[in-house]
């Protein structure tokens, strides 16, 4: 609350909209209110966070089993003198599951830089190996270690689904990497990949926020990040305070999100069984 | 440096907030760009990009298979497999141009292409694809295991489940779930109290309850309701099962939200390797 910046900044926000709504809202779709209400709020939790982070405000972060077993994956990996084989999922960089993948594989690519541990990105898409790429070369850079460097560390494989399976499972039998990870969007090879890992004893982690295949992972690999979890990573692993602003920003909106289910079921039951009240579901949903 | 960070951020941003606020705005120009523009620019990008990726594929084959590294031999099948598309896809057809032209050819039985994507390609994903059967097992078998109550949760929901939904399901009378269940709680009394007086006597007025029930109602198949197979699983199914991939999916809601935001904002640059 002592943030009066942000307050000012919400304050003037508001007032021009109601300006602009009060001078008849021209080229505004008024049936998405409702949405346009529930993301600038949404927004402004996840903003006073990361200020109020970045301030110096100290939050509690859960510990996630799979968040701290990547470096203990990649110790694994460094003992045992093998590789680390990281999967960013077989969409492109549309994709946010892809985005977040390749955070984590900058973070991995940390560790195994100080480490001295290999990695292997095999990738499906062109312009998410340019982005993997990036992304290595600049955290061998930051660990000091542009040595160990290679380009070829992320190369492609091709852009066919079970090509690309087929491809990885290749690798993984003939390079038995000690760790292999799934971060990103996956359909039904996920299972193809997680199975051949196990078959080959690799420590695996994955993350997705592909649902349907969140319970093949749960089975067949040793730790799983669940949807939020995963975008979650790159705050638990590069611990900055504004991303773990962003974090504490999430729960704050999940807490306000059950409140809003609540109290809509209660409002929605007394409509419809006592008349009394309004048509709650009618206006929040989004056209 | 500003080409490798400010300039990224500033498109990214820029193009971020048109994209938000785009779905906001009645205007045909913004609808058109969010829509239709933005997605097809990505795409033109990705067609070109392939290249780059064509390119290193090849790189990589083509010097494991002349420095002999392991596995080279594979490589030969990789380059072999590339050069015969090229070759199908650009300079041999197969067929007469009255039959197939250029660039229809892809898809025209009888092309040299069309065999190569209908004799080759497709066996070979279909044999990847079908490989999912004999995983899907395997990962069952270690899922269903009974280790603990979440795994003895999993396996009941999951007998449940596949035997309510298939034929046999709806053939299976409730009053034999009825009977099962007193059965196998018997079980659990014994483990319990260690006494084979107290199980008889537990087992037994079980079965007289649910026989003596039975003829009262007339042992109708698929009452009581709640022990009928194909209503539990539809229980299971729409209620315990909705509300948990719901859960998950507020979860990948907002992480999509609270990521797209960092990015907007440039809080998040790690995309630019910061």
């Known amino acids: ?287 | 440096m500003i080409w490798k960070r400010q300039i990224p951020i500033l498109i990214v941003t820029v193009v971020g907030w048109i994209t938000i606020l785009g779905w906001y705005i009645d205007e045909p120009t913004i609808q058109g760009f969010v829509n239709d523009d933005a997605t097809q620019w990505f795409d033109i990008l990705a067609s070109f990009a392939i290249i780059l990726g064509a390119l290193n594929l090849i790189k990589l084959q083509v010097q494991k298979i002349l420095y002999q590294k392991p596995g080279w031999i594979y490589s030969i099948v990789a380059v072999s497999g590339f050069v015969f598309s090229i070759v199908a896809g650009f300079f041999i057809k197969g067929v007469e141009d009255s039959v197939a032209k250029w660039g229809a050819h892809v898809t025209t039985d009888g092309t040299l292409f069309k065999w190569m994507f209908d004799y080759m390609f497709s066996p070979l994903s279909a044999t990847m694809f079908s490989l999912l059967a004999f995983f899907v097992a395997s990962a069952s078998y270690r899922a269903f295991r009974i280790r603990n109550f979440e795994a003895t949760l999993l396996l009941v929901s999951g007998i449940i489940i596949m035997v309510g939904r298939v034929p046999i399901g709806s053939v299976i009378s409730s009053w034999f779930i009825m009977y099962l269940i007193v059965l196998s709680a018997g079980i659990y009394v014994n483990i319990w109290k260690k006494d084979m007086t107290v199980t008889f006597i537990f087992v037994a007025v079980g079965i007289s309850i649910v026989t003596i029930s039975g003829f009262v109602m007339g042992w109708p198949i698929d009452q009581p309701g709640i022990f009928y197979l194909p209503a539990i699983q539809e229980w299971i199914y729409y209620y315990p099962n909705v509300a948990g991939a719901r859960s998950i999916m507020i979860g990948i809601g907002l992480g999509i939200f609270a990521t797209s935001i960092r990015y907007v904002l440039g809080i998040e640059r790690s995309y630019i390797g910061e």
């Open chain 1, 1 to 287: 609350m002592k943030d009066k910046q942000f307050w000012l900044a919400n304050l003037v926000i508001i007032i021009v909209f109601l300006v602009y709504w009060m001078a008849g809202q021209p080229y505004f779709f008024v049936d998405r209110i409702v949405m346009l209400v529930a993301m600038f709020a949404m927004g402004s939790t996840l903003i006073y966070n990361v200020r109020f982070a970045k301030q110096g405000g100290e939050f509690y972060l859960r510990p996630i089993p799979g968040l701290k077993a990547v470096e203990e994956a990649v110790g694994r990996s460094t003992e045992m003198g093998r590789p680390i084989l990281y999967v960013p999922g077989i969409q492109d960089m549309d994709q946010v599951e892809t985005v977040a993948g390749v955070i984590v594989l900058g973070h991995v690519a940390k560790m195994t830089a100080r480490y001295e541990t290999s990695l292997n990105v095999p990738v499906s898409r062109s312009i998410v190996m340019k982005a993997a790429r990036e992304a290595c070369r600049e955290s061998y850079m930051l660990e000091g270690r542009p040595d160990m460097f290679n380009e070829d560390m992320v190369h492609y494989l091709t852009d066919d689904q079970f090509a690309y399976a087929a491809g990885v499972n290749g690798i993984m039998v003939r390079e038995k990497p000690a760790a292999c990870m799934y971060m990103g969007k996956f359909y039904a090879e996920s299972l193809i990949l997680a199975e051949t890992g196990n078959s080959i004893g690799a420590i695996q982690i994955a993350g997705t926020a592909s649902q349907a295949q969140i319970p093949f992972f749960v089975t067949a690999c040793d730790y799983t990040l669940i949807g939020e979890e995963f975008f979650a990573a790159s705050a638990y692993l590069s611990k900055k305070p504004e991303l773990i602003g962003g974090v504490r920003g999430q729960d704050m909106i999940k807490v306000a999100i059950i409140v809003v289910i609540i109290l809509s079921t209660i409002i929605m039951t007394m409509y419809e069984n006592f008349g009394i009240g309004f048509n709650v579901i009618e206006l929040l949903t989004v056209r």
